[in-house]
């Protein structure tokens, strides 16, 4: 692909980058969130995804970016970009480990700041068959509850029909580390990987509500789980 | 008794039942996916799941408690750090008392260290005495006064069920020596637990089979006084037959075994009652087909402080 959006993260990554993140998610933070913090990770059934792929979550509290990290396969890690806001990580050292130790991909949330379309910075990226982390609420909101999903994944996947998206739901890490702490104190977990949702011809709209209601439904199913009757 | 084997120096009682667990699981295992091809149920695929995490606990504690006492106290202080950490959330603390939680869990590795070093004194004063006063104190500085009883109320109970009855499996290695008894600290450790993974096991058993009369209907609709009254008989009959792990005489080990059977169904009615309270099936999904640390670990919590006194007293008292 030689035709992309020569943005930063589109540069290829070196051995060494891919070894620190695979040393850093699968082996540091994997034992963190599995032996300190105690978060459980439940796997809906399915085959390997090979290829360009976009994990979406809901999201409460900086762990969630981490965390969606360790779920990632070793051999795609270092072609995996969270997305975060370039006004909140945009400068020093908390822009220096965004891009470095999180491998993440800067955007500005709104259009008119840059004069740039994220979208299209993204579409590029997925087109050079990078994948993406998303948190379609677009900001942590209120602790434990979720907001409404912004269009980001709606056009993203209707623009890259094939691309599966995997809905991914985060229970409890807002406990571990809330906004506006710096202090992690472990409080336990879950992490429910669902089933990929694959589009073909759907809409904006109709994507942004599907992908939704599978978070959703997962933080339901989950809740209802233990529930006393 | 003759060793079996030799190796990480482990005694020959110890070996033996090492040898017997490992025949009873390998003998429930067979049975149930027996029973799941003949019949398939729901009951036989959930014994199924939990008889391969009986089989993962199993190897974890033989492993921990043969090769090392430093191994056996770092496991058993993370079990005492998991059940904290898998109760705080669903207690529904404050989580502005986020400093406070952080204090109880440092708790965990000071209580284990004074088991590991000997200081028997401090380790059964450390919690239920200094810590009783300092962590009431500490939610005090925090100058916010709303809800304070219920926080003062729970810590030091959490640290009192899950840190210290727990810590007490770790004590049974500072035991004074007592002439002719062999089996050593492993040995005790190894009697307390199966005798309580049995008791659970047993009256879950009894229940399933002939229980028909509950005991706590709105505490825990599934035990039965059928199931608590077999569970105690044949928990205390083996509680006799293993004494070889012990330095007791018949009588005694009876009655140790009737204690430890009836502290395992305290505990285990205590944490029924809990999480009834905070609405949750079970503690947590750290055990598949058991729940969580709590659901697994509340009837050892119970009966680790009994046990190792009665032993302390029976073998001081001799």
Known sequence: MSNVNPSS??????????????????????????????????????????????????????????????????????????????????????????????????????????????????????????????FPEGTRGVPGSMGDFKRGVGHLASRHPGIPVVPIYLDGLYRNLPKGRNMIVPFGGTLLVGKPLVFSHEGVDEITNATQAAVESMALELKNANRLT | ????????????????????????????????????????????????????????????????????????????????????????????????????????????????????????????????????????????????????????????????????????????????????????????????????????VLQFAWGKTIGKHPVLPRVSPNKTWEGLIGGVLSTTLLAIGLRFLTPLGIWEAAFTGFCVAVAGFMGDAIASGIKRDVGVKNSGNAIPGHGGYLDRLDGFSAAAAPFFHLIYFFSSAS
């Open chain 1, 9 to 134: 993260a589109l540069k290829p990554n070196s051995f060494v980058k891919r070894i620190m993140l695979v040393l850093l998610y699968k082996v540091f933070w994997r034992m963190i969130f599995g032996l300190v913090i105690g978060m459980k990770y439940i796997w809906a059934d399915h085959v390997a995804l090979k290829g360009p792929v976009i994990y979406i979550a809901n999201h409460n509290s900086h762990l969630d970016a981490m965390a969606l990290m360790t779920v990632v396969p070793s051999s795609r890690i270092h072609l995996t970009h969270s997305v975060a806001a370039q006004d909140f990580f945009g400068s020093g050292f908390k822009r220096w480990g965004m891009l470095h130790l999180v491998n993440a991909v800067l955007i500005s949330r709104s259009r008119k700041a840059s004069g740039e379309d994220p979208i299209e910075q993204l579409d590029a990226m997925l087109l050079a068959g990078r994948s993406l982390i998303l």
């Open chain 2, 1 to 200: 008794m003759t060793k079996l084997i030799d190796v990480w120096g482990m005694n020959a009682e110890v070996q033996w039942v090492i040898f017997i667990i490992l025949g009873i699981l390998v003998f429930s295992s067979t049975a149930w996916y027996i029973l799941g091809k003949v019949r398939p149920s729901k009951l036989a695929t959930e014994l199924q799941v939990r008889t391969k995490s009986w089989w993962i606990m199993c190897a974890c504690f033989i492993l921990s408690t043969v090769v090392h006492p430093v191994i056996t106290h770092l496991g058993l202080a993370f079990l005492s750090y998991a059940l904290l950490r898998e109760m705080y959330p669903l207690l529904k603390l404050d989580l502005r008392e986020r400093n406070v939680v952080l204090l109880c869990y440092a708790v965990v590795p000071v209580q284990y260290a004074l088991a590991y070093y000997g200081k028997t004194e401090i380790f059964l004063a450390f919690i239920p005495v200094f810590m009783f006063v300092i962590i009431p104190f500490v939610l005090v500085t925090r100058g916010e006064t709303q809800g304070i009883v219920r926080s003062i109320s729970l810590l030091p109970y959490s640290l009192v069920a899950w840190v210290y009855g727990m810590s007490h499996l770790a004590l049974l290695f500072q035991m004074p020596e007592i002439p002719g008894f062999t089996a050593g600290p492993e040995g005790l450790l190894l009697y307390l637990i199966f005798l309580v993974g049995m008791n659970d």
